[in-house]
């Protein structure tokens, strides 16, 4: 499942354009950067998760205002992988894990997490995904409050982090 198209929205006083790019493109990698530093400050050390396999990608977003890039995620496919929770069970068909949201804090409380997660679902479902998990944190409180403001609700942990006591793992049928 490859998501190929390019989206644009607009949302409120600002121009905010939404692209579908390549997980390598320059902005997408440098926002990817900022978010792993700050997770990092957040949590007391470097993620130690394994590396994502660019081969496992369907579709990377890139919000801009203006022309400047504020904001990036992703969607891997996870369909029939090891969920990693030791009972050798594996995610569902058609299951996109979400990757790397992250918004500059300048652009912070203006909507464009929550656009790019609608555009996310959006693709996603284009290309045939039902399901979508993701992990965050207890040190991402507003994190959290985003997913569950768009209808994603707590499941079973899952992932590299599944046994630490801060991972919190959501869900959410497209």
Known sequence: ?????????????????????????????????????????????????????????????????????????????VSGTDDRRGRGTTHPAATGEVKRVYVHPDARGRGVAKRLMAELERSARSVGFRRFVLETGTAQPEAMGLYESIGYEPVEKFGDHAAFEEQRCYGKRL
Do not use: F
């Not at 905010?16 to 700050?38: F, N, P, S, T």
């Not at 660019?54 to 890139?62: N, Q």
């Open 1 to 77: 499942m490859t998501a190929t198209t390019t989206s644009h929205a607009t949302a409120g006083p600002e121009d905010l354009v939404v692209d579908v790019v390549a997980w390598d493109d320059a902005d997408a990698a440098g926002l990817r950067a900022e978010q792993e530093a700050e997770t990092a400050v957040r949590y007391g050390g470097p993620d130690d998760a394994p590396a994502i396999d660019p081969r496992s990608i369907v579709v990377t977003l890139v919000a801009r205002v203006g022309g400047r890039p504020v904001g990036t995620a992703a969607v891997r496919d």
